[in-house]
């Protein structure tokens, strides 16, 4: 029973255009929701992450979007450098508990 | 400030040996989690800990895997014994506090693999 859903296995982007990963969740208790960037053998680290009371929360280049009656979120990335090149987790979370992950998005941003 | 540590990087075993993996998380840090990752999926929780105390170990196979953390500060991941479907990359993180959410942190993984 998966919690949280990424169903593009892979995205490939041009460099200077926007990518848009997304995210599908099927618990409405999540109280955050998160995204994570994870490099060849490095743990995943932190990129950006939003309260379920929120609708939008921007860093830079990267912005999430939270549509809660779609129970859908989306990371857009613009504009996508080569170095965005790795894989996209999304996580949701209840306060004090674990992260539930999807399966991941690999993300290629070619030159 | 230093990351989550974890050793070794790789191991590699036969199927029904035993295998221990050591995680030391960021200072201060109380709240410490082992994931299994394995290829193709995103990180699954096998146990959280607030300090030395269990919080959830729900999805630990508690038949084969064990884990530690006597004084609240490094812990132990082990197996015994292992099974092919072990073979996957253990994650650990830690962060400030599991009361409200908080960032977690991970260190590398260790990555088994079982044959």
């Known amino acids: 029973d998966q919690q949280v859903k990424q169903n593009s296995p892979s995205l490939s982007v041009q460099e200077g255009r926007i990518s848009i990963l997304n995210c599908d969740y099927t618990?409405?208790?999540?109280?955050?929701f998160l995204w994570y960037k994870k490099y060849p053998a490095e743990g995943p680290t932190f990129l950006i992450s939003?309260?379920?009371?929120?609708d939008k929360n921007e860093d830079g280049r990267f912005t999430v979007f939270l549509n809660k009656s779609a129970k859908h979120l989306s990371l857009h990335i613009v504009p996508s450098q080569p170095g965005d090149s790795a894989v996209y987790f999304c996580?949701?979370?209840?306060?004090?508990?674990?992260?539930?992950f999807g399966k991941g998005t690999t993300l290629s941003v070619s030159s | 400030e230093a990351g989550v540590a974890q050793s070794p990087r790789y191991k590699i075993i036969e199927k029904r040996q035993s295998v221990a993996f050591w995680c030391n998380p960021i200072?201060?840090?109380?709240?410490l989690y082992w994931y299994q990752q394995i290829l193709g999926q995103g990180p699954k929780l096998l146990i959280q800990?607030?300090?030395?105390?269990?919080?959830?170990d729900s999805q630990l196979p508690k038949d084969r895997f064990s884990a530690e953390r006597l004084k609240g500060v490094d812990s132990t991941l082990k197996i015994q014994p292992a099974k092919l479907e072990d073979s996957a990359v253990y994650l650990c993180?830690?962060?400030?506090?599991?009361?409200?959410?908080?960032?977690?942190?991970f260190g590398p993984g260790t990555r088994l693999t079982v044959l």
């Open positions: 939003i309260s379920s009371i929120k």
């Open positions: 618990n409405s208790m999540f109280d955050y």
């Open positions: 996580a949701s979370v209840k306060a004090g508990t674990a992260l539930i």
């Open positions: 800990f607030q300090n030395n105390g269990v919080v959830d």
């Open positions: 200072s201060g840090h109380a709240t």
């Open positions: 993180a830690s962060s400030f506090t599991g009361g409200t959410y908080n960032e977690q942190f």
